[in-house]
């Protein structure tokens, strides 16, 4: 069964406190994105990795990390830095023009 | 001015109504456009995509673009109750396929 895992689907942590959100996909795809979900604001690009042990910052990286160990998963932190990190938060891979979406994790930081 | 603007709505329709979705955008040099739909709680997904001017159709949704206007837009024929969703339009950043700016989204509401 082929696709893209997101891990939680829900996600409570205290404020101060970094989390981890999981990303993995089997499509063997080499792009992958992180985006973030604002009620009202469509989708902002935090992240994205062309291929393995590379990245780049997207629109709104502050605050927010990665990793691309390996080619199936993109871990995305949220650290203590993050002003605003209550949302929901969508990671997805891209073949040819289509980008193909996991489905989220919505973080609740209190 | 953002690069692409998106009509906010929330829009609620009777069923079997033809709904048109509407987006602006600013660079000329854009060449893709993109429609992603999105239930409640769940990823997006591609609806439709076109390439050029003109209109595309698939079933009871057309996509059309306006290239002299920097308008985009998506039609839904005979709505359904299923087709209540966010509507999501995108295009890839130029010289990039892969780089998407998305517009807000219009929520959807078809009325049974």
């Known amino acids: 069964d082929g696709g893209i895992t997101q891990s939680p689907k829900y996600l409570f942590r205290k404020e101060g406190q970094n989390v981890t959100l999981s990303c993995e996909q089997n499509?063997?795809?080499?792009?992958m994105y992180w985006y973030r979900q604002d009620p009202g604001q469509g989708l902002r690009l935090i992240y994205y990795s062309q291929i393995v042990n590379d990245f780049q910052k997207g629109d709104i990286a502050e605050g927010y990390s990665v990793s691309r160990e390996k080619k199936e998963s993109f871990p995305l932190t949220v650290t203590s830095a993050q002003k605003n990190p209550t949302a929901f938060y969508l990671c997805a891979t891209t073949e040819g023009v289509e980008q193909y979406f996991g489905p989220g994790t919505r973080l609740t930081v209190t | 001015q953002k690069e692409v603007e998106q009509d906010p709505g929330p829009l609620s329709v009777p069923e079997g109504a033809i709904v048109s979705l509407n987006c602006t955008y600013s660079n000329s040099a854009f060449q893709y456009f993109m429609w992603y739909r999105q239930y409640s709680r769940k990823g997006p997904e591609l609806l439709m995509y076109t390439y050029s001017s003109g209109n595309k159709e698939d079933g009871r949704f057309t996509a059309q673009v306006d290239k002299s206007s920097k308008y985009i837009s998506l039609f839904i024929r005979d709505s359904q109750p299923s087709d209540s969703a966010t509507y999501l339009c995108a295009i890839p950043a130029v010289g990039s396929a892969r780089q998407l700016t998305f517009g807000s989204g219009t929520q959807l509401t078809v009325l049974p």
């Open positions: 499509l063997n795809h080499d792009a």
